[in-house]
């Protein structure tokens, strides 16, 4: 099992940058694809970027790319997400997902294995 918990959200300015962090136990992320997803009020949850535990190679949704970096420290078992040029349509909550198979983490088949519990970004105009 691996648990999985999320923060660093809050609320920021339209323009600015916030750094979340998805804090693993249980088990080392190293061999664990690590995803960022979100939802905003009334939408559905959407993909925004993933890093393969193989390889390292990194996966971003077009609307954020060139604004946020996906990276992960196994030493801390942490996986980050570096938010950047934030806009209000940013505003969801942001859950990250863990799974050893990087198309889960990826949206691109079934749901991750494991989830977090959510963190808040609200970016105000």
């Known amino acids: 099992q691996v648990q999985l918990v999320e923060s660093g959200g809050g609320l920021v300015q339209a323009g600015g940058s916030l750094r979340l962090s998805c804090a693993a136990s249980?088990?080392?992320?190293?061999?664990?694809?690590i995803g960022w997803f979100r939802q905003a009020p009334g939408k559905e949850r959407e993909f925004v970027a993933a890093l393969s535990w193989r390889g390292g190679a990194t996966y971003y949704a077009d609307f954020v790319k060139g604004r946020f970096t996906i990276s992960r420290d196994n030493a801390k078992n942490t996986v980050y997400l570096q938010m950047g040029s934030l806009k209000p349509e940013d505003t969801a909550v942001y859950y990250c997902?863990?799974?050893?198979?990087?198309?889960?983490?990826?949206?691109?088949?079934?749901?991750?294995?494991?989830w977090g519990q959510g963190t808040q970004v609200i970016v105000s105009s």
């Open positions: 997902a863990a799974d050893t198979l990087t198309a889960r983490v990826t949206g691109a088949t079934t749901t991750p294995d494991y």
């Open positions: 249980g088990r080392s992320i190293s061999t664990y694809s």
